[in-house]
């Protein structure tokens, strides 16, 4: 069973950064693909991005590409989101998840474990 916790959320102005983290509980953190999600208010989970195991390769929606990177440091267990250039309709619970299986997956159901999620708003 891993538990990831993620961290950083807040309240932020239009164009400005926020950085997410989300630390894992699993010494074999290396061992999961690990993806980035949002749920805006009164819309379904989307999928945001992913890293792979090792870091090396990454993958992102067309929404935040560009303007989101995602990052992992496997030493300490934790994977990163930094949000630059922030729009209102960023406003969203923000979850990491860990998936087992390789490759990528842009779907909820490709991920094994889940944060609790944190809370992102961005202001006009």
């Known amino acids: 069973q891993v538990q990831l916790v993620e961290s950083g959320g807040g309240l932020v102005q239009a164009g400005g950064s926020l950085r997410l983290s989300c630390a894992a509980s699993e010494r074999t953190f290396s061992n999961y693909g690990m993806g980035w999600f949002r749920q805006p208010p009164g819309k379904e989970r989307e999928f945001i991005g992913h890293v792979s195991r090792s870091g090396g390769s990454t993958v992102y929606a067309d929404s935040v590409k560009g303007r989101f990177t995602i990052s992992r440091d496997n030493a300490k267990n934790t994977v990163y989101l930094q949000m630059n250039m922030l729009k209102p309709e960023d406003t969203a619970v923000y979850y990491c998840?860990?998936?087992?299986?390789?490759?990528?997956?842009?779907?909820?159901?490709?991920?094994?474990?889940w944060g609790q999620g944190t809370q992102v708003t961005v202001s006009s």
């Open positions: 998840a860990a998936r087992a299986n390789l490759g990528t997956t842009f779907t909820t159901r490709g991920y094994d474990y």
